[in-house]
């Protein structure tokens, strides 16, 4: 449901520090503008900082979410709560988080207990107002600046994870492919009188065996350099069942 970590604020004599290897995983972060509004100015100053220390651009929107983070191809949207009062916007919050669960599939609330009845306030609210575990999950901090470092380490790790299941499919449909064009040449390179060059000519105008063992011969000659001799001398391929539903 939560994590929490220890206080600190950056300092006024240090740049903000910076996410280790993070320049390959950099992308976008989306401020709305009604939350920009009701933050201290010191705050806003961090996070410019912050996100321009680690490569990221920021623009100003109005927007559901408090901010929208887009980093390798995945955008995850934030409830960014850094006044938590028990008395006027506990019920707000919580609302409000049940409305955006239903609009973005990726969303979090990360939300600032600096004190002991604060965090009595959060587990009480957050049972009374019937939250779903996990859906969304909810990050506890103890100041503000914690909360922003933890929403770019989390939007800039599921950039990562997403960049490397394309990178592991890319890998695979690659593999796939070289093994799709072995299995062409091994199999046209069996009949008579077709070497590899005339293969790797039908593969790039064909494309599949199946294909190859249908096409016609004038459609062979227009797309490929081989010669009417080549093909009459090779058993009559194509259009003969040169190869064999075992060959397919």
């Not at 979410?65 to 707000?92: E, H, M, Q, R, Y």
């Not at 909810?138 to 299941?165: A, H, N, W, Y």
């Not at 081989?226 to 069942?241: E, H, K, Q, W, Y």
């Amino acid at each position: 449901m939560a994590t929490s970590g220890s206080s600190h604020g950056p300092s006024t004599d240090q740049p903000p520090p910076s996410l280790p290897n993070s320049g390959s995983a950099a992308g976008v972060c989306i401020m709305s503008n009604a939350w920009k509004d009701e933050q201290d100015p010191s705050l806003i100053s961090f996070i410019s900082a912050f996100l321009g220390s680690n490569s990221f651009r920021l623009n100003f929107v109005s927007i559901s979410p408090d901010l929208i983070f887009n980093c390798g191809g995945v955008s995850i949207a934030f409830v960014f709560v850094t006044k938590w009062d028990d008395c006027c916007n506990v019920g707000s919050i919580f609302n409000r988080v049940k409305r955006l669960k239903a609009q973005f599939a990726r969303l979090y609330v990360v939300a600032t207990l600096s004190t002991k009845e604060q965090d009595d306030s959060f587990m009480r609210s957050y049972f009374q107002y019937e939250m779903e575990f996990g859906k969304p999950a909810f990050v506890l901090v103890t100041d503000p600046e914690m909360g922003f470092e933890k929403i770019v380490k989390i939007s800039t790790s599921r950039g990562m994870c997403k960049q490397q299941k394309v990178a592991s499919k890319v890998k695979v449909e690659r593999k796939r492919a070289v093994q799709d064009t072995d299995t062409f040449i091994r199999v046209l390179t069996s009949i008579p009188n077709i070497n590899k060059h005339d293969a790797n000519s039908l593969y790039l105008a064909i494309g599949s065996i199946e294909a190859a063992a249908k096409t016609s011969k004038e459609d062979i000659l227009a797309n490929t350099d081989l010669s009417p001799t080549r093909l009459i001398v090779s058993a009559g391929f194509p259009g003969s069942r040169v190869l064999s539903q075992s060959q397919i």
